[in-house]
């Protein structure tokens, strides 16, 4: 949604928001799985603890 409003706003063009990886199609695919891969994990891993009783 902040991408969208971003869009929407004048001032707005998408190299103010380049990475340094951005024009690197292999690196930014592989950062952008890892970081997918890890988020995975971490729900996984969230929904298998056990709720504490109060």
């Given at each position: 949604m902040i991408?969208?409003?971003?869009?929407?706003?004048h001032w707005y063009r998408e190299d103010l928001?380049?990475?340094p990886f951005?024009?690197?199609?292999?690196?930014?695919q592989s950062?952008?799985?890892l970081f997918f891969?890890?988020?995975c994990i971490y729900?996984?891993?969230g929904s298998?603890?056990?709720?504490?009783?109060?």
């Open positions: 991408g969208a409003a971003l869009h929407l706003s928001i380049q990475t951005y024009s690197n199609d292999l690196v930014s950062v952008s799985a891969i890890v988020l729900v996984w891993f298998l603890k056990k709720e504490k009783e109060l």
